[in-house]
């Protein structure tokens, strides 16, 4: 399959940051790495390997991005202020730097966005922060509260990255028929850690009228890589 490296220099994190992109074309996948994750991690757990076949055809084409998590909700050492703005900053580099790429590269307007575990946290915040920009979302093995990384501390750039609390909040009737529009997928199995958080985000969506699948896989299906190595081959 094509693989190709680019990193530039962001101006909304103020460091350069780096990307791989899978694929010639086809829809376009934005791919978020899980918990402190690098740009290369799905291609070192064989995600990528996964749906091989699907790139190779034609049919998909993944970005797949870093992270600064470690700088931001896993930077113990920082004030917990200065980790919700570095995470802040970070959606800022997703939707005005890596989007924008993407469709410079990708003349397909129908984005995916996905991750597993803390992977998935960030596909469902960006989705849902900016739906018009998204078609379709796979959240795998997600957990959808970030308040235990910031030591109690709290504010609007919590509040407004925080899905447990901006979801039931959502008033305008815009933004709502954005989300409507996508094609949101909430992937859980009965052994995984995230499970209640899958259950609850589901409800949390269905009060507000905002259409989902949610799938929960049997058969001991926990939270790893080769369940989620499937999960992304049905759902893509």
């Not at 530039?8 to 978020?32: A, C, K, N, Q």
């Not at 995470?87 to 993407?102: F, G, L, T």
């Not at 901006?166 to 909430?186: K, Q, S, T």
Request: one cysteine or more.
């Amino acid at each position: 399959m094509n693989r190709h490296y680019t990193r530039w220099w962001s101006p909304s994190l103020g460091r350069d940051m780096e990307l791989l992109v899978f694929g010639h074309g086809g829809t376009p996948v934005l791919v978020f790495p899980s918990s402190m994750g690098r740009f290369h991690e799905w291609e070192d757990f064989g995600m990528m390997d996964a749906v091989a076949d699907k790139i190779g055809a034609g049919y998909n084409q993944f970005f797949c991005v870093d992270s600064v998590d470690k700088e931001s909700l896993y930077n113990k050492g920082a004030d917990p202020y200065v980790r919700i703005v570095r995470h802040r900053q970070y959606m800022a580099y997703i939707h005005e730097e890596v989007v924008p790429y993407i469709h410079m590269h990708n003349p397909n307007r129908y984005l995916i966005t996905t991750g597993a575990s803390f992977g998935a946290y960030h596909a469902f915040n960006a989705a849902f922060q900016q739906p018009h920009k998204f078609g379709k979302l796979i959240a795998m093995a997600g957990k959808y509260d970030i308040r235990g990384f910031l030591d109690g501390f709290y504010d609007d750039n919590v509040y407004f990255n925080n899905p447990v609390d901006y979801v039931p909040g959502l008033r305008d009737h815009f933004h709502l028929e954005a989300l409507r529009r996508l094609d949101i997928r909430l992937v859980t199995g009965e052994n995984d850690i995230c499970r209640d958080a899958a259950w609850d985000m589901s409800a949390k969506l269905g009060a507000k009228g905002i259409l989902h699948q949610l799938d929960e896989w049997k058969d001991g299906t926990a939270h790893d890589w080769p369940w989620w190595r499937a999960m992304i081959r049905k759902h893509l």
